[in-house]
């Protein structure tokens, strides 16, 4: 592992098992680890204390 590259905040394994609430598509970490992103439908997560917080966007009327 370079210097540059952050260990992932959860194990590898526990995150394999989440998907996007919105689509079910598969998460990747960003670069620096702060969000998660879905590779389906691009929308963003953010990560607290290590932990990607899934809740899907407030639907706007």
Do not use: A, H
């Not at 394999?16 to 960003?30: A, I, N, T």
Request: proline share 13%; glycine share 4%; net charge neutral.
């Amino acid at each position: 592992m370079s210097e540059t590259t952050k260990p992932d905040p959860i194990p590898k394994e526990l995150f394999e098992m989440l998907s996007c609430p919105v689509c079910k598509g598969e998460l990747r970490w960003d670069d620096g680890k702060r969000n998660v992103f879905c590779t389906k439908c691009d929308q963003r997560y953010p990560v607290k204390d290590g932990v990607p917080i899934l809740l899907p966007p407030e639907k706007k009327d």
